[in-house]
């Protein structure tokens, strides 16, 4: 049994919060105004559809034009608008001449009827340069074999690709759909659900230690707290995935050594700060943190995505493969 060492963690949250704090244009003085219900057993009501769709016009890491800064209210405006009136505005039409199978139209997207939220120039607020760490060595390897060996069996594709799991961080960041996150409590339990993968994490709170090490789960052992009107998530004994969807470049192995820290912050009765801080040195240089608003949206409706009902595409991305194969032997190449 083991926790996370709680001045390590300490030092994270601290550090998460912070940085999120300092470059995000929100301000908590309402929250001071404003207290959440506290339900029977203690915890702020937290219950609730929240939705990350508004994050989605903010790069991952920090833009060249704001590098060794933080633009002003007006700047952060106007660049964020400028993203999202482009990707609105991007067609699709060259399908026709196109070795590709297409793609959708923007309508499909959550994004496509929101609107952007101006919360910060990246989702990156630690390290201050706002970049993802450089991956290790053995990091770089392993994303060098998902991609050469990515189509060789169904154990090789990407984990959410073969509707296992997304891991935390493909379910509680921004993407191109399904970004409400139902969240109900019960006494000493919050369950957070994403329709993606239709996958639920259940996070006991003041639980105590982590499971035993021999236990590996693909989304962690969480453990959850409360400190004031702050949600903290540990997470520990995560299972090794070589090829799991990760923000950045690639998708590099989750290790069994990873460690999570999430935070989620009312800063009024419809927002919450969320932090996301992963340490995993068999993959990352260091530690970093992102942070973005979740955005209370009554009106957002989960509609199932049966990803394993007819899951096509895995029997023609390996067919598709040997396909290939076959032509490069009979090429001679």
Known sequence: MKRIPAEFAKSLITTAIAAACALSLGTTANAQDWQPEILSDGQPDITGMWNNVGATATPLE?????????????????????????????????????????????????????????????????????????YTQTAQEA?????????????????????LSRGVFGMMMPTAYNNGKLIIQ?????????????????????????????????????????????????????????????????NPPQNAGRKMIETFTFE????????????????????????????????????EYACHEGNYAMETRLSGARVVERGFAESGN
């Not at 993606?196 to 259940?202: A, K, S």
């Not at 962690?220 to 995560?238: M, P």
């Open 62 to 134: 920090m833009p060249d034009e704001f590098e060794g800064r933080i633009p002003t209210g007006d700047e952060l405006a106007e660049f964020i608008a400028r993203r999202d009136e482009a990707r609105k505005g991007n067609v699709w039409d060259g399908f026709e001449n196109s070795n590709g199978v297409g793609a959708y139209e923007n309508y499909w997207f959550d994004w496509f009827w929101s609107d952007a939220v101006a919360d910060a120039p990246a989702l990156v607020v630690d390290p201050p340069n706002g970049r993802v760490p450089a």
């Open 186 to 250: 019960s006494p000493g339990y919050v369950m957070i659900h994403s329709e993606m993968i239709h996958n639920t994490r259940i996070i006991p709170i003041d639980a105590g230690d982590h499971v035993s090490d021999k236990i590996a789960l693909w989304e962690g052992d969480a453990r959850g707290r409360w400190e004031g009107n702050t949600l903290i998530i540990e997470s520990t004994n995560f299972k090794y995935v070589r090829n799991m969807r990760a923000p950045g470049r690639g």
């Open 268 to 303: 009024d009765e419809n927002t919450l700060r969320y932090t996301l801080t992963v340490d995993d040195p068999m993959t990352y240089e260091q530690p970093w943190t992102v942070a973005f608003p979740y955005l209370k949206d009554d009106e957002y409706t989960q509609y």
């Open 143 to 163: 994303i060098r074999l998902n991609v050469e060996e990515e189509h060789d069996s169904a154990a090789t594709v990407e984990s959410g690709d073969r509707c």
